[in-house]
């Protein structure tokens, strides 16, 4: 198809020259700091290697998917799935290598379960016996499995699911049951159209050794076939589905799942820690609870992880658009012929987008240091049944999963509103990023539910230091609060412009608000549920010194590791100063509160904010260029490398539209719709859309498509 | 399809009791509140009356809509706004019942820009002559019309648009053409596949008399027919699409267009307010530039109003989920046995929830109070020519339009994450909701840069005030103005318990926001790109001031009309503390810098923000049913009126998605995607899926489907 539009360009200046010269105006040694920031398990060669694989395969192009109904996106989901699968094999990839193709597939598939909760809960949660059968057959994807432990009634509060697992002494076996509607499993993924095997969590029932009644031992791990191997449908007394239609993941079956009395045997029970004696019935104890949520707390360290990158691809699409998009001349301007200006450069958009560049460095360094806890806390539970520092642990991941995803999360949306009419479209290349992300703030563990663990572990530090003159400080957080008790009625009066005493704000101001809500629940013993909003805002609060802290240990204490030149490393140190002064900006009540802070020193903040935002801007793109996020990931007419943003956006819509292929009949007094169809097959096929499809299979059926 | 989960039910207790008990333990008076918030118009009787026609039509069933593909999803809507142009005859409907269909269809479609945009633009900018040939074809829709001014380079900067109007003084006809890629007309509703006829906004080239040189006279409409009215093709000379998918508004086709040198008669150019001399190319100054921006500044006031029931809807939702929604057991209680709490009952949950209510409250007396000020504005210029509140009213309908648009999309969204995983779903009828409300921050005038124009006018007073002791006050900012320059150096501390003190508080921090930009911009000279940050942070500031002032003055000052009982005129009262001390508590800081507050009262201020949501929390579900938002707009299983959440979810899930009709095959080693498909037939139409459908027209013609 030739038209005029052929021969025609954007006007000028053209993107891929704007983007150059932005380039060319930073001394940001852009290869070093990628090396910085991706070297961790060879990323970006790797990121490179799988690249090369994948693109040019057709099944996985992505332009289309926005046009697809959600039947056909799921088909195409799965055979992605499986031929990442077959891919693995052909190129016998590694682990990594097939986590890196998922991530750069960018899509929550039917196989996506199989490789995390399912394969974790195999390798955590079985006995040695249990594990030498399931490991071998989950890890070649002979089965394929989901993990059920949401339900319908019951999300965060795991310890309130319904399903049951009865314990039938007679024969030995489980009887899985769904009692209540409400007791549906739900939202577990690969579920509803693609397992044969479930993780399910159940409450384990067992009857009374003196009068058969029934007792709960709570929430228990069973593994269970639920689909035929062969025809894929469900098991006699199990009933499953797909939940249909939700924000994002239109290519994840996320499912529903009921059992009318299911009976499984007896090693369908997770043994490693806990189990059922099966001749006595008595139940055995796990040695420490905690652990049986030990997969869980994995999945909440990877998704802190996640959050810098996700981020740092909102921020690449919105500093690269907003470099070249040109809007309103300057206002002080007498000169008529004056150019517009990059939107970029406006204190307002900078507002907006630059700190964010900054929220992915501190992500960065705090998702290292997390790495650093989990594997160290791990490998003291694996080799000495060391648990002293899970609390800890999971304090900080749980604050720092709820703060991170929601920095994620709104920065995210902050991005696309920055870019106005184009952040809307398709061409922005954020829709799914955005829908999908959403869920982040909800899943494993609610942002606003799971900071009360972080508060009460603060609480209960505080309690012991301010108690205990004598006490050995066990972590950071006790020595923070000794600190803190020492010093805490008088005026810190810490200056905005030093960077150490940016941290000491922070830490100040969280033990302060912990010192606030020790009086409030010890002292006073006020009810925990009125306290509960400053619960929250204590976990933010730590969660927030935790980031700032770890920021400038990584750039002021130690020697950056892949090294990156000093240049860079400036550029680094004023990043963090833009990150530490915005977020206390946001919050400036709360360090005036706590006496971190005078009054009379609000009025600088602004000044200082925007002072920083002028010295990080010549290096936007050079920033968001070290995060390597590579134009197939990005899938963005406005975020791509090259920045020619407006052909990208008019061939999309001009060459790539399926609804342009045809012509239509806008004339209100006629039924018809496509130009040429007749008007009564045009009312029946509008009905059967409209109504959907109950009791019309053959109509939905793909196969009659094409 | 029978199955053992017919029998089953969900656990207690059901939804339908608890929202009984929830209305029964108010005495809020719904059907007055409805009364007096939703009398307008008619606007109660009006929507049961429509209701009751549209819902029973099967292309007006919505279940389906989360399910089609985008193509599809256009087809529905086109047809669905051809039967509401028939029902509309059919039933003799004025114009009021026909946007209350569209309002309860709750879908941007295909005709949408017909009643708004185009018909404005043609009453309100079209000269006698123009406006009997066009007002008669319009309203009849006998042409079908669209709006064409955001291009592809330009949406805030109008004035940058590239689209050109030549004027050939030989024919005596304009020649429109786009010169460039960007000068493509984007984004323009119901142009891509709908539309014949368009306003196409162009620069206005005149040649010089002296020397033929082109000179630009600024953005003008045209009316221009587009396609041909019998094959509904583009005529030759211009090339039209859809854009493609976008964030929400699949019905809606919204589209590109480029001329080349594409002819119109002189009377093309709307002339009410200017035109050109057709004998001698001479251009026809308007009396007031100001007036060809009439019908944004239309539109604009409405998207105010609307803004309050759209909240309201995602309010609804949310208070009767929550309200049913149980989670864990109250962390002080002794008792083993004792029930799961109301989400609502969470003081973290009421925070995002009930200030929200207290929100659509607000927006709507601010809204009440801009639709007089707008209505006598215009009645004003129609009647006596008189522009001098044009000022004023475009100042408040910047800036309110900038504050209520980012309220309502970011309380959407607020409400939507503190629904957790069921918000996530399509069951929570939040989706597209939350996607095309994203787009009110953009569309008509960008909520971060249309704040300047707030601010220039508070500047502008300020100077006038500060400098002319004297000067009689015109308007009301005036006054307070007067107010503020005789205090300001004064600690000022207003009560947080106070109502009026609250109002005054709000007023005195706007007006040291302007005299602190006064001093920056009037005295200091500094350039006003620098300033734009506290630009922004004023208009928010006097917007916010409006918002308190108005709702304090409708529920304190004035008798409600119509009229409620004593009751619910104390709940309102309430609802506007929560309001108030909310929203201050958000920015506390800048009260404390204006001296409005004193910092010793911060610590006072979450204290009180948790007494009034336990006040507020016993009326939530009354409160929002007074909106009346019926079952049909809200789609949701989570906010129905009746609070059945879980039966509902369930069965949307178990016999409404069509992805559960079919049976796959998850095996890797396996090409086949559907039980039964083969390998070949699915790998090919897996790709063709992948690849989209270029030169497929046939594959992708729904015609072929059924």
Redesign the interface.
Known sequence: MT???DK????DPQGPSILAQERSGSNVNTDQLAKHLLSRNGFLNRQQKVLAILEPI???????????????R???S??R??AL??LSIKHGWERDDYLMADYLMDEMS??ALQSTMFLTSVREQCNEEQKAYWLPKAEN?DI?GCYGQ?E??H???VK?I?CQAKWDPKLKEFIIH???????K??NGAL?????HAIVVAQLLLPNVTDGKLKSYGPHQFIVQIRDMK???PLEGI?I???????GYPGM?NG?M?F?NFRVPHSALLSRYSGVNPDTGAYIRPENPAVVYGSLTYVRAQIIMHARLVLARAVTVAVRYLSIR???V???TKDPGAP??AVL?????Q??ILPLIATTFALHYTGEAMYKLYYGTRQEIEESGDFSRLAEMHAASSGLKSLCTTLAADGI?TC???M??H?????SGM?AL??EY??K???EG????ITQQTAAYLIKRMTEVFNNSELKATDSVDAQFQDFVRSHQVQQNFSINSDIDLVRAFRHRASYLTYQLYQARVVQKL????L???L?RLSRAYSESLLVTNFYNAVFESQLNPPVDDATVNVMKNLYRLFAIYTLDNS??EF??SKALQ?ER??YL?PRL?ELMKENRPHAVRLVDAWSIPDYVLESALGSYDGDV??R??H????????????????????E???G?GEE??R???????????GH?Q????????
């Open positions: 038209d005029f539009t025609l360009r954007p006007a057709p099944i996985f192009c992505k332009k289309n998917q926005l046009n697809m109904a959600r039947p056909d799921y088909h195409l799965l055979a799935s499986k699968r077959r039917p196989y994807f394929i949401t319908l009634g999300g965060s509060n309130g319904e769904s009692p209540t509607i409400t007791a549906s739900w939202w509803g159209r693609t397992a044969n025809t894929n449908k009933v589905g797909d939940i249909g239609p939700k924000y079956d529903y009921l009318e040109r809007q309103f300057d206002r002080d517009e200006q450069n406006y204190p307002t958009v507002v907006r949306e696309r509103r920055a106005g009419g952040g809307f479209g398709g061409g829709i955005n829908n959403l869920s703030p909800t899943v609610d942002n606003w539910m009810p925990w549920t009125d509960m909003l400053s929250h400036s009540s005036l509160l009054t609000l009025q602004t925007q407006y052909n956006l008019f999309k819509a001009h060459k790539e539209n399926p609804l342009n292929l045809q012509t239509f009949n806008p004339d209100w007094r006629s039924e719709i496509v130009m169809e097959s045009a029946k096929r509008l009905e059967a859309l409209a109504l959907g499809v109950t299979e109509a939905m059926n793909p196969r009659s498509k094409l």
